[in-house]
């Protein structure tokens, strides 16, 4: 029923492979600066001060209730006009690092938090200065809270790879949809990133889990 | 916050006895709700105070103040002579900034009602945080003096152990070695074993004693174990609505309260156990 052309399939499976791994780094340094900077966000939050709190809480807000689409064409088309002439790859992962740093920084505040008032009365007891307590021991604390949602993220930045498409990052979905338009068939291309977004975002998921259960044991937490 | 009129008030004290803790007229409000009036409390150097009273009477709340944790809405507290909640600055008392509270706090260890031990931290670890990282001693010598102090509290076997694998009582020793580490002047005890299983409430309470008798540390301790208090203490203070409203000797206080919010508050003690 399906005209599925195996020779076809193996002979753009090299292409699609080496784009996979374009995917895999806009992913992977999409995700470090959104680790990051969302920590920013979320200690920016916890600062004395007021107006920086705000501003950085509005920030967060404003770039979570907007597409991350309009967001990546904003950077990379808007950008210009204000003297940022950026690459597809460097736009890309302004963009998206930015855009998944406002939801880590919201998994983090969650984790940060759950850690008892009693950690911060005891670090002050012992005379340890903000950063040393929450580097030493508030976020230590706070992270195996936030592991299930940094894991969701992650899988999530992966799966929202294909965006950059629209701005001509070579990623996958963007090289499929290049096979496409050069031979006409679309079928196994598109079935082929699928897939392989399949056997990616399943192990990692599975993954995080194992991780987050070792975490917690190597923090002597359980 | 309003500028108070503090000079009344000395920019150190001095003279022979020094009191290595006063508490001058301290007022504490949360809100409406005035938690401490005008308090005044001293204890001499090497002195065990211990303060009882009602639920809400503000026993906690002098500690926290005490080791910084609130702020202080009247009054002056001095430690070691030198003014805690203020610091002198062009002969006067201004507030306290966060370097003068931090040079201040040196002098002060707590240790808490649910212990606060750092989870995922080791016994050892716990116990070398605070050397290590504010006192810059070398590794090996905050290690040594660590696992004397862990030893001292009967955890020297234990001091691999995380706290989630201790019980209550051991968590509680680990966190007076902890808090020893430190080498405060002064150590805070609130309700140390309140939250801890009756039969290990000793283990705890011995530790203490030992401190009582062995170190010349000056206490003020909060709790609710009316024999203990009149055992280790040379003073108790009965708290009751943010005043003191009665001290002594524990023999006398314990043996004969003059006024009546005293004698009911330990009769209505008594019945309770
Ligand atoms: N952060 C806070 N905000 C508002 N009120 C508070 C706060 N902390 C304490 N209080 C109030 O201050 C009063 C004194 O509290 P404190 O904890 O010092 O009492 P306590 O004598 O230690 O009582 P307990 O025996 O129950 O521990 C109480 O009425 C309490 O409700
Ligand atoms: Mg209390």
Redo the contacts between chains.
């Keep these: 029923m399906f005209d599925w052309r195996w020779d076809f399939t193996w002979q753009i499976l090299p292409r699609l492979v080496i784009a996979t791994g374009n995917t895999l780094m806009a992913a992977g340094f999409g995700y470090a600066i959104a680790v990051v900077l969302g920590l920013v966000f979320a200690l920016a939050q916890r600062t004395p001060s007021r107006t920086l709190t705000f501003v950085v809480r509005e920030a967060v807000e404003f770039i979570r209730s907007t597409p991350l689409v309009l967001q990546i064409f904003f950077v990379f088309y808007v950008g210009p006009q204000f003297g940022l002439r950026l690459s597809p790859w460097t736009a890309g992962m302004i963009a998206i690092g930015l855009h998944y740093a406002a939801y880590l920084s919201e998994v983090y505040r969650g984790g940060l938090d759950s850690v008892p008032k009693g950690q911060w009365e005891a670090a002050t007891s012992l005379n340890l200065s903000t950063t040393r307590t929450y580097f030493r021991v508030i976020i230590p604390q706070a992270l195996p809270p936030s592991l299930a949602g940094m894991g969701n993220y992650l899988v999530g930045i992966f799966k929202d790879t294909p965006m950059l498409s629209v701005i001509g990052v070579a990623e996958l979905m963007h090289t499929a949809t290049a096979i496409g338009s050069e031979t006409y068939r679309y079928l196994e291309p598109y079935t082929l990133v699928g897939l392989i977004f399949l056997a990616i975002s399943l192990p990692t998921a599975a993954g995080i889990r194992v991780f987050e259960r070792w975490v917690r044991r190597k923090l002597g937490l359980s | 916050m309003t500028d108070e009129d503090l000079s009344g008030f000395p920019l150190a004290l001095e003279g022979p006895d020094v009191p290595m803790v006063s508490f001058r007229t301290v007022t504490k409000r949360y809100g409406e709700l005035v938690v401490l009036d005008a308090l005044n409390l001293d204890v001499a150097e090497g002195e065990m105070v211990t303060v009882i009273g009602p639920s809400g009477s503000g026993k906690t709340t002098v500690l926290r103040m005490l ?3 609130e702020t202080i809405n009247g009054g002056v507290i001095y430690v070691d002579g030198k003014p805690l909640t203020h610091m002198p600055r062009n002969g006067r008392l201004v507030r306290a900034d966060s370097r003068h509270l ?1 040079q201040m ?2 002098n ?3 240790c ?1 009602q ?1 212990f ?7 016994a050892l670890e716990n116990c070398m ?2 050397p290590v ?2 006192l810059g001693i070398p590794k090996a010598e905050a290690r040594a003096r660590s696992e004397e102090l862990l030893d001292m509290v009967g955890m020297a076997d234990k001091r691999d152990q ?4 201790l019980s209550g009582g051991q968590q509680q020793r680990v966190a007076i070695a ?2 020893l580490a ?1 080498r405060p002047k002064v150590m805070l005890f609130d309700e140390v074993t309140s939250a801890l299983d009756p039969e290990v409430i000793g283990e705890v309470t011995n530790v203490i004693r030992r401190l009582v008798a062995e170190h010349n540390l000056t206490m003020l301790m909060v709790t609710h174990q009316m024999g203990f208090a009149k055992d280790i203490s040379d003073r108790v203070c009965f708290f009751y609505g943010g005043r003191i409203e009665e001290q002594g000797a524990p023999d006398e206080l314990f043996g004969n309260p003059q006024k009546e919010r005293t004698q009911q508050f330990l009769s209505a003690v008594k019945e309770a156990n």
């Design positions: 080791m910084t944790l931090r706090r040196s002060i260890g707590m808490f649910h606060n031990l750092f989870p995922h931290m080791t945080e605070g990282h504010v995380h706290p989630s694998r902890r808090a430190m």
